[in-house]
């Protein structure tokens, strides 16, 4: 059975940062591309950051581009998303998710796994 696991939300002020991570497991994570995602009340997902099965290939949205960087450890089976110079409008819901591919995938509907969500609150 698959799991992803995210953790590392929470409260923070405006221009602060936050570390998340997802572990995964019952897969071989080192064949999955994966992603970061968040959603907020009402919204679309929204993809935040992506990278490819062996980390050099990753992928941004100008909202979160400069900002948030996503790694992997594939010998720890986890996946992180630092998150710096954080804004109000980061405030979300965030989901790690596993894709099938060994490129990097930006569509939401190409993941095969997703996680809980953690969320993020950012105040002002």
């Known amino acids: 059975q698959v799991q992803l696991v995210e953790s590392g939300g929470g409260l923070v002020q405006a221009g602060g940062s936050l570390r998340l991570s997802c572990a995964a497991s019952?897969?071989?994570?080192?064949?999955?591309?994966m992603g970061w995602f968040r959603q907020v009340p009402g919204k679309e997902r929204e993809l935040v950051a992506a990278i490819n099965y062996g980390g050099s290939a990753t992928y941004y949205p100008d909202s979160v581009k400069g900002r948030f960087t996503i790694s992997r450890d594939n010998a720890k089976n986890t996946v992180y998303l630092q998150m710096n110079s954080l804004k109000p409008e980061d405030t979300a819901v965030y989901y790690c998710?596993?894709?099938?591919?060994?490129?990097?995938?930006?569509?939401?509907?190409?993941?095969?796994?997703w996680g809980q969500g953690t969320q993020v609150t950012v105040s002002s």
């Open positions: 019952g897969l071989t994570f080192s064949t999955y591309a």
């Open positions: 998710a596993a894709g099938r591919s060994i490129i990097v995938v930006t569509t939401a509907h190409r993941y095969n796994y």
